[in-house]
């Protein structure tokens, strides 16, 4: 998509190409390095970039005028790094944030690192100082490979201007291939400047270029028909599914084993919409915030079917009482996720999609020669009655009382268009969100679930909004997580991404206050934001170019949603006033066992009936 933006109207445009004169006849045409990244990029089919120029990475700006690179100016550099997040999440192609040297480099470590553990494939680009100057503590210097080297899949520092193209093929490799992830390429401004002559690497030089780089895909043959054997024998089997689903373009795939055989489903917060809520099989999510049913059905279950899941331990609550009595297939394209936290029976290494596709053959194989299936009815009865007795649930608010956040969610979830997109920030208002939509489309939710950063919601929206303009995205966003990042609404209007953003204010750090209510005898220690409606958020919105509507009670909630929905040539904002006391249930106490899990007040005195 060309960037259409005033400011790069094509009258003020100039080429930097080298002119024919400069050209040697009959011989490779002669680029920058900073023309040679710009058409690498081009020749990876990106299509939409988020960045922020400065002196080290300025060479490469001139040729992004001459680009069919749409370029996203955000207005700081983290901002790029998670719009690159957002993008990727649901368009599956990799993001990408360019940005200088030094303060702008360290900014994208947050990014990066949160690319890195929730696996989103991401290329991120950043200015050095000149070569000769590296090592001298020049002005806007840092040594960004080091930094960033545990937070990366691959970084380079390039060194020569010939370099360039083999450098970005690798890394988009890398960034798309086996377990996603990021990427980072530091380029020094004189390598930018100078000539090199243009190539474009083949598929098999960059695979020859990286020996030591094979990622396995097909799952081993044997341990594939030890799985399908153990799901056939299983009684009280719990499909796990994770992340990774979504990574290898696996629902159809799962979708078809869970129709096969007839299996429980829960989806962890990084699989939300990996399988539909709909489903009568989909038991939704588990974990610290899960639902009961979720979390006691793993507990309790004989065989976990762990797909493209990394038991993570907001998942598993105290690893030695996690699910005790069952066996484990794990697949994962990662081998080092095998054993890292619950040794497996099944391990099998591989993409998911295709292990899955392998697993159902081998099923299906069984079944034809006469095998049949332990009988899970009695599982499935038991689990349908764990759902009856322990849904989602909280008291509606009084009349005069302030909002509560869960009315807020259902009724954005019950008004919202069809293939909503929905990101959200960190805290409460992230596991409601989970909680009380309804997901029944894959990379329909984004959402920072590993390093867990606050401030991801709005740029991860903008990122979606740019990969899918036509979709309706809502940032849902708490208070907190919204006065860190919420600058980059000025990139929403100025860009042309109208975002829309539902802020639960309950002028708190919700779930630090949750926890110190909980858990430190309810002594609240520097989690209160607000005692005199400082920021206005209505007019902090406006002030950035968004609609912006308050809300403080029920009967306003649903029409200021409508509104919402209708605006669509800048961003909304809406702002609920919400109860500040209000918390999130279930909860496993960190460090605890799942069969501790706390349930909502209403429920407590049943928590015998999931034994």
């Known amino acids: 998509m060309p960037n259409t933006s ?6 003020q445009r100039h080429t930097t190409m080298a002119s024919p004169a400069d050209q040697p006849t009959g011989g490779p045409e002669r680029l920058t390095g900073a023309q040679a990244l710009i058409r690498s990029l081009e020749k990876e089919g990106v299509e939409v970039m988020f960045g922020y120029p400065g002196g080290c990475i300025l060479p490469a700006y001139d040729p992004l005028l001459e680009s069919s690179i749409r370029h996203v100016l955000v207005r700081h550099e983290q901002g790029a790094g998670h719009m690159a997040e957002g993008y990727a999440h649901v368009s599956g192609k990799p993001g990408v944030a360019m940005v200088t040297s030094g303060p702008a480099a360290t900014n ?66 890398i960034a798309t291939t086996g377990r996603p992830g990021p990427t980072l390429i530091d380029v020094p401004k004189d390598v930018l400047i100078n000539q090199m002559d243009w190539y474009w690497p083949t598929d098999e ?28 024998q299983s009684e009280r089997p719990v499909v796990y599914a994770g992340g990774g689903i979504l990574k290898a373009r696996a629902a159809e795939a799962l979708a078809e084993l869970v129709e096969l055989i007839k ?40 065989l ?20 005790a009595g069952a066996k484990v297939i794990h697949v994962d394209i990662d081998p080092a996720e095998q054993g890292k936290v619950r040794r497996p029976d099944v391990p099998i290494v591989g993409d998911a999609r295709l292990v899955i596709e392998e697993i159902i053959v081998e099923i299906k194989a069984l079944l034809a020669n006469g095998v049949t299936q332990a009988d899970t ?51 409460q208002h992230q596991m409601y969100a989970s909680q009380y939509w309804r997901f029944n489309h894959p990379y329909t939710w984004v959402n920072s679930g590993g390093l867990g950063t606050m401030g991801f919601s709005i740029p991860a929206a903008i990122g979606a909004k740019a990969a899918f303009p036509e979709a309706t995205v809502w940032a849902v966003d708490g208070d907190g997580c919204f006065q860190m990042t919420a600058q980059e609404l000025v990139t929403a209007t100025l860009e042309n991404l109208p975002i829309k953003v539902a802020l639960l204010n309950n002028r708190y750090l919700g779930m630090v206050r949750q926890w110190q209510e909980m858990f ?44 919402a929905n209708s605006i669509n040539d800048r961003p909304v904002v ?17 460090g605890a066992s799942n069969d501790d899990v706390i349930l909502h007040p209403s429920q407590q005195d049943r928590k015998d009936h999931l034994k």
Request: glycine share 6%; charged share 20%.
């Open 377 to 427: 009815s009695a599982w499935k009865s038991k689990v349908s009655g764990w759902q009856e007795q322990f849904p989602m649930t909280y008291a509606p608010s009084e009349p005069g009382e302030a909002l509560k956040p869960q009315y807020c969610i259902e009724q954005l979830r019950d008004l919202a268009p069809e293939r909503t997109i929905v990101t959200s920030g960190v805290g």
């Open 6 to 11: 005033p400011r790069h109207s094509r009258k």
């Open 574 to 590: 809406v702002e609920f006033r919400t109860e500040a006391a209000e918390g999130v249930f279930p909860m496993v106490p960190a």
């Open 108 to 173: 994208l470590v947050t990014p990066l690192m949160d690319a890195y553990m929730d696996s989103i494939p991401m290329v991120a680009i950043t200015g050095q100082v000149p070569t000769a100057a590296i090592g001298s503590d020049a002005f806007q210097e840092c040594d960004t490979v080091g930094i960033t080297r545990s937070c990366t899949k691959h970084n380079e520092l390039v060194m020569n201007a010939q370099d360039v193209p083999m450098a970005v093929r690798q890394a988009f490799h």
């Open 263 to 302: 299996v429980p489903v829960v989806t962890t917060l990084m699989a939300r919409g990996a399988f539909p809520d709909d489903h009568e099989l989909n038991l939704g999510m588990p974990g610290m915030h899960g639902n009961a049913t979720a979390i006691t059905a793993m507990q309790k279950s004989d």
């Open 520 to 563: 430190y005898d309810e002594r609240y220690s520097s989690v209160f934001l607000d005692s005199a409606s400082v920021p206005d958020f209505v007019m902090m919105a406006e002030s950035m170019g968004c609609a912006a509507i308050r809300v403080e009670s029920p009967e306003e909630v649903a029409p200021a949603i409508e509104k």
């Open 205 to 232: 030089e960059v695979l020859a270029s990286l020996p030591g780089y094979r990622p396995n895909v097909k799952g081993h043959p044997r341990m594939i028909k030890e799985a399908a054997k153990l799901i056939l």
């Open 304 to 323: 976990l079917i762990a797909l493209g899941a990394r038991f993570d331990d907001r998942i598993t609550g105290n690893v030695d009482a996690f699910a």
